[in-house]
């Protein structure tokens, strides 16, 4: 089984910071690439960022300049650091590590590699 933790989330102010973190734990073999994706209601989920394991980032549009991605993998996390925060970045923000979970079935092991989501954490941009 393999949970993910986000945090940080909140209320901002307008040109403000915030700060989110996702950490995968329980059967974590290793982690791939990671992201995070955001929802306004009423829109599809849109790509935020992703960071590839050699730590190549991407960053959408919208948030270059003002977001950045980083990973920790000792500690099987992955942060968004947010600053100059608009109120179109009011979302709900979903982090998505590529995981390979191990299950450990009569002493053999088995490994599966999949994309999890997060719960979800809001992020309310507002003055």
């Known amino acids: 089984q393999v949970q993910l933790v986000e945090s940080g989330g909140g209320l901002g102010q307008p040109g403000g910071s915030l700060r989110l973190s996702c950490t995968a734990s329980g059967s974590v073999l290793s982690i791939g690439d990671m992201g995070w994706y955001r929802q306004a209601p009423g829109k599809q989920r849109e790509v935020v960022a992703t960071?590839?394991?050699?730590?190549?980032?991407h960053l959408a549009d919208a948030v270059k300049g003002r977001f950045t991605i980083s990973r920790d993998n000792a500690k099987n996390t992955v942060i968004l650091q947010m600053n100059s925060l608009k109120p179109e970045d009011t979302s709900v923000y979903y982090c998505?590590?590529?995981?390979?979970?191990?299950?450990?079935?009569?002493?053999?092991?088995?490994?599966?590699?999949?994309?999890?989501w997060g719960q979800g954490t809001q992020v309310t941009v507002s003055s």
């Open positions: 960071i590839s394991t050699d730590n190549t980032t």
């Open positions: 998505n590590p590529d995981v390979t979970a191990y299950r450990d079935v009569d002493d053999v092991f088995h490994f599966e590699r999949a994309q999890y």
